[in-house]
């Protein structure tokens, strides 16, 4: 007997990135991306740490699938590394790179799991950020490329595709703040990337949807709840600034054809006028939203005293473009390993807020997770309750946003497996599986045996 359960039909995944579990960075012909160029730079990425082996999936996918299966995934959201498939970025194809995805899609078709690739999880080749990358144009243009390369190598067995991954991290985190590759700290080229990944996501719907107009393509997002700390006018425009920047600079364009008037006043002072026929491409109808969420943002527009400036999560670099004022402040809610505040109906307000403000389209959950710092017991398994109380309360809301007429189709799980969690190195674990990273041996934890049971009884 379930208590919430899912309409039948309803997708049950977990998601990983290329760069974050493959490894076999320099094998069968892979470029570098800027993530490799990256983790290079001194004090980038915590402890040194790079995705040269990561967990090694590169080597062990067919294990993985099994352990897919294993757990009863109905499907897995993968991405594919653009340098491993093109490794100057355009022009000629790395025959090797394209068949491991080969290969990696028909395991997954053998097992009964379905393929969910995503083709852009921040690894652009370093060739095309030599070129200027994201806040140049042509970019846009080799992406759309890419894309129909591979759409025309897997279409006719991969049904889903996702374009881009969270523009909002690779053009804020990575040309804004520099947090993120290739860490560049310029506030204009930020905005630019912005607009290139979206224009790179329209331009590849069309030619893919050329190709196969039976195939589903969206792009993914990653979307926050946002309150104002107080009823005060300042906190009231600060969280209409970073719901701006967040979320509808990107889901008016993809959604609606139309950049937000607010956000372009906002950021008038970088010269950002994006031409009007592009927004004609960027508002694909498209077949699916991936929403990739976390938490809430709770923000102040009044200034804040030293030791509240100190403790900002987005501290020395704002990536917040023309809203560096803004002052995130901590609620006193419980937090993740990562510090992010837990707020499960912040994922119900994003959901009802999708359906309520914006055309309807079908909508899945992308990502959804929770990291910490964890080492197993001395027999080898991790007892998570935390993450599994994350998930429980975050697949609890979904279930209401269903009930409210949300068209939430799947739900993806921030991820299968331990691996490499960016400026956070292998500090900070997400997976349902533990990774011991010096044998790469794979253990399910508590978390995965829960989440079989709620794949298995099809809700909680
Ligand atoms: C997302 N932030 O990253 C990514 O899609 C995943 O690859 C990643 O592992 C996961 O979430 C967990 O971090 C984010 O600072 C990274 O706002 C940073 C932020 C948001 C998302």
Same mark, same amino acid.
């Given at each position: ?31 570098? =991306? ?20 990561? *967990? ?8 993985? %699938?099994? &352990?897919?299966?294993?757990? $009863? ?5 993968? =991405? ?12 000629? /194809? ?10 990696? %899609? ?43 390369? #591979? ?25 804004? =703040? ?42 993914? *997002? ?26 509808? &600079? ?20 970088? $010269? ?8 004609? %491409? ?28 100190? =403790? ?22 419980? #937090? ?13 307000? %994003? &959901?009802?807020? &999708? ?5 309807? /389209? ?80 794979? /253990? ?9 049971? /709620? ?6």
């Amino acid at each position: 007997m379930t208590s919430y359960g899912f309409p039948a039909g309803f997708g049950w995944g977990a998601a990983t990135a290329a760069y974050q579990v493959e490894g076999a960075a320099a094998e069968d012909g892979r470029g570098p =991306s800027i993530w490799d160029d990256f983790c290079r730079v001194p004090g980038a990425v915590l402890n040194g740490d790079t995705g040269d082996v990561a *967990v090694d999936h590169y080597h062990r996918a067919a294990e993985d %699938v099994a &352990l897919m299966a294993g757990l $009863g995934l109905d499907r897995y959201r993968f =991405s594919i590394s653009w340098p491993r498939v093109l490794p100057e970025g355009a022009g000629r /194809v790395n025959q090797a790179g394209l068949d491991f995805y080969r290969r990696l %899609v028909d395991e997954l078709l053998a097992a009964g799991v379905e393929p969910w690739p995503t083709l852009y999880h921040w690894d652009l080749p370093s060739v095309l950020e030599d070129a200027g990358g994201w806040p140049e144009r042509e970019t846009a243009h080799r992406f759309a490329d890419y894309a129909a390369l #591979v759409h025309e190598a897997l279409g006719d067995r991969v049904r889903h595709w996702t374009t881009v991954n969270e523009p909002w991290c690779t053009a804020f985190l990575g040309y804004a =703040s520099g947090e993120h590759a290739p860490g560049r700290r310029e506030p204009a080229a930020a905005l630019w990337s912005a607009h290139h990944l979206m224009l790179g996501h329209g331009l590849a719907v069309e030619a893919m949807r050329a190709q196969r107009p039976d195939n589903r393509f969206g792009a993914a *997002v990653n979307l926050y709840a946002v309150a104002p700390e107080t009823g005060h006018a300042d906190d009231v425009d600060a969280a209409r600034r970073v719901d701006g920047m967040q979320n509808r &600079l990107f889901l008016d364009p993809l959604l609606t054809g139309r950049y937000p008037e607010d956000v372009l006043a906002d950021v008038a002072a970088h $010269g950002f006028a994006p031409k009007d026929s592009d927004l004609a %491409v960027i508002a694909q109808p498209l077949d699916q939203l991936g929403v990739n969420y976390y938490s809430r943002h709770t923000v102040s527009g009044r200034p804040g005293t030293a030791a509240q400036a100190a =403790s900002s999560p987005f501290s020395a670099h704002s990536p917040w473009v023309g809203s560096e004022h803004v002052r995130f402040v901590p609620t006193g809610r419980p #937090v993740t390993g990562m510090g992010w505040e837990i707020d499960e109906d912040g994922l119900h307000e %994003v &959901l009802t807020r &999708l359906h309520r403000e914006y055309p309807a /389209v079908p909508l899945y959950i992308t990502e959804n997770g929770a990291g910490y710092e964890e080492d197993p017991g001395g027999d080898g398994t991790v007892h998570d309750s935390e993450r599994i109380a994350y998930l429980e309360a975050h697949l609890k809301a979904c279930h209401r946003a269903i009930a409210d007429g949300v068209p939430l189709r799947g739900y993806f799980v921030w991820s299968l497996l331990d691996n490499f969690e960016w400026a956070w190195g292998y500090g900070k674990r997400f997976g349902l599986v533990h990774v011991d990273y010096g044998t790469q041996r794979r /253990v399910p934890k508590d978390s995965a045996r829960w989440y079989a049971g /709620v794949i298995e009884r099809g809700g909680l």
